[in-house]
């Protein structure tokens, strides 16, 4: 009679095996939270040597009220389309000079995407969250541009190639490589988004 | 039959604790992998917009924090109802946001002092009045890399 010793033991084997199941299942769904937001930068306080004499044409007029409504070129825009406004804007080519522009060319917008310039105005009084919309839309808009272009010469996606470029873990050799290719788009549609002084009245 | 009556035989058989330990430790290992540190109990309201073209903020020693929003319930009766701004545990004013940078970039080391970022985690109702006003600040200071702090989502809902 094998048993006769008491009771057999609980075969506590695979417990563990049941232990790292679910400690893997918990690493697998949890993430650990990065933040993320919009990169802007601020305009030095010294104001330029020279003064630059920039044309009105290649000025993208952006107002918001404090109602939130949207003042763009003197017209009144919904925010829905204010994305494609800045990219018709912004791929005008207006002066012939951009040979990768697929806009219109109309004389009356911009003349180059290196020349035009997006100046975003707002009241005091208008609500954060309106303001992050807007500046998220022009973002995006310069994103699609560029997008387009990163497709086009090396066939991948710009934000992309960008968050890759941007991430520590990225081998060196791969960030050299992209390095150069986030640069040469950057400046086909370099970021020009001016946020003058806010209005008081 | 002597064989089945033989099991009532003894005590209970007891647990095993062998696999304690491990339990424990994928406890352990849970409660590591999701705690983040928190270094300022958050004393504004703080109900960050969306935006859908967002990039990661990496590297957190580069990154100094500035808090905008409403009191929360239990300042309210001492500071009120309009947004306010919080650096690490304390409301301030306008005008100490430049000294606050300063002061933080002077902790940190010397080769990460041109590299730092601002990041502004601004409730979605608060007014851009006062965050011209932080802006302005930050350009005295020459602290001119700043990162609006958003949910991932579509940027639309933050209209609602």
Do not use: H, W
């Amino acid at each position: 009679m094998p048993r006769r010793g008491g009771p057999p033991e609980v075969n506590a084997g695979s417990m563990a095996d049941i232990a790292f199941l679910l400690l893997i299942f918990f690493l697998v769904t949890t993430t650990i939270e990065t933040d993320s937001g919009l990169d802007r930068m601020l305009p030095p306080i010294e104001p330029p040597d020279t003064d630059v004499v920039i044309k009105q044409k290649n000025i993208f007029t952006v107002n918001i009220n404090k109602n939130g409504q949207l003042l763009v070129e003197e017209e009144l825009l919904s925010l829905q389309q204010l994305r494609q406004a800045a990219i018709d804007f912004l791929d005008n080519g207006g002066d012939g000079t951009c040979n990768y522009c697929k806009g219109r060319k109309e004389a009356s917008s911009s003349d180059n995407p290196t020349k035009a310039i997006i100046s975003l105005k707002n009241d005091r009084e208008t609500k954060y969250g309106t303001y992050i919309t807007v500046q998220n839309e022009l973002v995006g808009a310069y994103n699609d541009l560029r997008n387009r272009e990163a497709q086009r010469l090396f066939g991948r996606d710009f934000t992309d190639m960008e968050a890759e470029f941007l991430n520590p873990e990225t081998p060196s050799s791969v960030r050299d490589d992209l390095k150069d290719k986030v640069k040469r788009i950057q400046d086909l549609f370099p970021q020009k988004l001016s946020e003058a002084e806010t209005n008081t009245n | 039959m002597a064989k089945f009556n033989k099991k009532k035989d003894g005590d209970l058989p007891a647990v095993s604790t062998a696999s304690l330990p491990d339990i424990v430790f994928m406890l352990l290992f849970f409660f590591m992998t999701v705690t983040t540190m928190k270094d300022s109990t958050l004393m504004v309201e703080n109900t960050l917009p969306n935006a859908s073209e967002t990039k990661k903020l990496e590297k957190k020693d580069r990154v100094i924090y500035i808090y905008v929003g409403k009191p929360t319930s239990q300042y309210t009766k001492v500071f009120g109802t309009e947004p306010k701004i919080q650096l690490n545990d304390k409301f301030a004013n306008v005008s100490d946001v430049g000294d606050f940078i300063l002061q933080e970039r002077a902790k940190k080391p010397q080769e990460l002092q041109n590299v730092l970022t601002t990041a502004m985690k601004v409730d979605k109702n608060a007014n851009m009045g006062l965050i011209s006003d932080i802006k302005q600040e930050l350009r005295k200071v020459n602290a001119l890399k700043v990162n609006y702090t958003t949910f991932e989502g579509d940027a639309f809902r933050n209209l609602q």
